[in-house]
């Protein structure tokens, strides 16, 4: 649940890009990370600042939307 893509392998490494709703547990989960039998490293890198591009998005859930199994609940109040 805390992750924000698949995992990949980048030379020596295996590369998580994960998400937290703070820092506190961003950190917390690292910790854990660290604990697990043979993990050598686990380096935390915490961004300033992220530049989601709004078209991009919006482009990929209209083609997400024509799926035949995806469900989509839309809510009007």
């Given at each position: 649940?805390?992750?924000?893509?698949i995992?990949?392998?980048?030379?020596?490494?295996?590369?998580?890009?994960?998400?937290?709703?703070?820092?506190?547990?961003?950190?917390?989960?690292?910790?854990?990370?660290?604990?697990?039998?043979?993990?050598?490293?686990?380096?935390?890198?915490?961004?300033?600042?992220?530049?989601?591009?709004?078209?991009?998005?919006?482009?990929?859930?209209?083609?997400?939307?024509?799926?035949?199994?995806?469900?989509?609940?839309?809510?009007?109040?």
């Open positions: 649940e805390s992750f924000l893509q995992p990949f392998i980048a030379k020596n490494q295996i590369v998580l890009f994960m998400y937290s709703k703070d820092i506190f547990s961003m950190d917390d989960l690292t910790h854990k990370v660290r604990g697990i039998k043979n993990i050598k490293s686990a380096d935390l890198f915490i961004p300033k600042k992220i530049t989601f591009l709004n078209e991009w998005i919006e482009l990929a859930i209209e083609e997400l939307k024509k799926s035949p199994t995806l469900h989509l609940v839309y809510q009007t109040n």
